[in-house]
């Protein structure tokens, strides 16, 4: 315990001041949001709250990537409200519990380093969906409810006053460290403005007109649901769902956070971290969540680098909600509209805009459907999958056609058909195209020097062609196979008859006097 916490405070590592005073900036840039998310999922204010102050202090304790923030997110919300609606809240903790099960098997496995299979397109459209999320989910604070529940835009003074606090919080974020970095500017922004809207007796939106924040410490609770098959049935795909735009987001703002610190977070660390929260949460009535990269980034602008500025946001969020509730519904949701458009400049990546004519068509093409899926279905996992299934559809099309003969006969006769590029399942029919049975020698040899066999569609590539040859009285000979070209053909020998000598490097397939398998 005691190194536990050495580690945690280690004074050579961290400044003590800014972790601090980013953790609490973080900690009132949480409350409105998830509150909001609360409402979204149909579920009580306190359920957010409870959520993001348990998620975020597990996950800051034992997580891979210090300096990142996790809590309720809209993403998860959006996927709860049909389960919320259709089976109730308990039903809700209960796919929490298996999400969080899912979490820790995936990190357990060492799963997490799949997400090195996410292109830098991906990347750049997952960002830059994000941030206009970000910027588009503030618009609602400029809109007013009417009498019929309708939301209609604000007019006059109060969209006046309202453009007038948020532009003034802008300005502070942006202009302060010129002027002094002693304290994070974002935090001088929000009681800046709230100071200005209290005594100025100014009428204006605060975090109170969302929702009450007050309450106690969460209680634990079981989940109150029959513990049988239906049950599973009918949590088990929104806590498999959950799980993966939990780890998908959680692991790509990790990666986002290594970026802009230069250090490097751990992957598996962060979905076991990302489980326990979300097991946790799924006893203590919470919703469920994983990384937010708006608060990550607001946290690590701030100063906050190490565990201290997370558990400190967490602890913060938490005494909110027992003593300071009063005084944080009195905080003006302009001042956390400005910071959470500053959060979205800072996340759009402004570069990805200079290589439309630098890049291949394709990787832009991939970056802009990335960011649209973002942006019109919020569903950051899903555009993420999407985007990772084009580039591979891509890269496969484009290695395909790299698949190339360099045809000679020698002086003894033999007709040598030298392979370019890899031998898989989409070069596989070009690769058939190459040969031509009927005109050739006796004799050919297939010279794999500059090409490899990848699967099971390349091996099934090479029983075709061979065959052909063979039911033509033709041998073929193949030659500088790959070692790991030729561990796939010993391993298919009850497919296509492999048969090579120990002591000839050129292995070949020789077919007289063999009878093939599928005859």
């Not at 900690?27 to 957010?48: C, K, N, R």
């Not at 299979?117 to 400029?142: C, K």
């Not at 944080?328 to 800072?346: Q, R, S």
């Not at 790959?482 to 070949?508: C, G």
Request: charged share 15%; proline share 4%; net charge neutral.
């Amino acid at each position: 315990m005691t190194q536990m916490f050495y580690r945690l405070f280690k004074p050579t590592q961290v400044n003590l001041k800014d972790e601090v005073l980013s953790g609490l900036t973080v900690a009132l840039a949480l409350v409105p949001e998830a509150v909001a998310f609360s409402l979204i999922a149909g579920v009580s204010p306190l359920v957010g709250l409870y959520t993001a102050f348990i998620i975020g202090l597990i996950t800051a304790i034992m997580g891979g990537r210090p300096g990142m923030i996790s809590g309720a997110t809209g993403a998860i919300a959006v996927v709860i409200v049909a389960l919320v609606a259709q089976h109730g809240v308990e039903y809700l903790f209960a796919a929490v519990v298996l999400m969080g099960l899912i979490q820790i098997v995936v990190g357990v496995l060492k799963l997490g380093k799949l997400i090195r299979l996410v292109p830098h397109p991906v990347m750049f459209g997952f960002v830059n969906g994000l941030a206009i999320v970000i910027a588009m989910s503030q618009f609602d604070q400029f809109k007013f409810v009417t009498p019929e529940g309708a939301l209609e835009w604000m007019s006059g003074n109060p969209m006046y006053i309202m453009i007038g606090l948020v532009a003034l919080t802008m300005v502070i974020i942006k202009y302060l460290p010129k002027l002094t970095t002693a304290v994070p500017s974002a935090l001088v922004a929000i009681l800046t403005v709230s100071l200005i809207v209290i005594f100025g007796d100014i009428n204006t939106r605060t975090v109170g007109d969302l929702a009450s924040i007050s309450g106690g410490l969460p209680e634990f609770h079981l989940p109150m649901v029959a513990l049988n098959m239906e049950t599973l049935m009918i949590i088990l795909p929104y806590s498999a769902i959950m799980a993966g735009i939990g780890l998908i987001e959680s692991l790509l703002t990790l990666t986002l956070i290594d970026e802009i610190t230069e250090t490097r977070g751990h992957g598996n660390k962060e979905c076991i971290a990302q489980g326990v929260a979300n097991v946790t949460t799924g006893f203590f009535g919470g919703m469920g969540g994983c990384a937010m990269i708006g608060q990550s980034l607001i946290n690590v602008n701030a100063g906050g680098r190490s565990r201290i500025s997370g558990i400190v946001a967490s602890l913060g969020l938490l005494a909110f909600i027992l003593f300071l509730s009063t005084y944080i519904e009195m905080v003006p949701m302009a001042a956390l509209v400005g910071l959470m458009f500053m959060v979205a400049i800072g996340t759009f990546e402004w570069a990805s805009l200079k290589v439309f004519r630098k890049v291949p068509a394709h990787d832009v093409f991939v970056m802009v459907i990335v960011t649209l899926i973002t942006v019109l279905l919020h569903n950051l996992a899903l555009a993420v999958l999407i985007g990772v299934v084009i580039s591979a559809l891509v890269f496969s099309w484009q290695n395909a056609k790299r698949i190339r003969a360099r045809k000679y006969v020698d002086e003894n006769g033999l007709k040598h058909y030298e392979m370019y590029g890899p031998l898989f399942f989409a070069s596989a029919m070009a690769f058939g195209q190459k040969f031509d049975p009927i005109n050739d020698p006796d004799e050919i040899i297939i010279d794999f020097q500059e090409s490899r066999i990848v699967d099971h569609s390349g091996i099934d590539a090479i029983h075709k062609v061979t065959e052909r040859y063979h039911k033509l009285g033709k041998t073929v000979y193949i030659r500088h196979l790959s070692s790991s070209s030729r561990v796939l053909l010993e391993k298919a020998e009850t497919i296509i008859n492999v048969n090579y000598t120990d002591d000839d490097p050129s292995f070949k397939i020789v077919f007289e006097n063999r009878q093939k398998v599928s005859s």
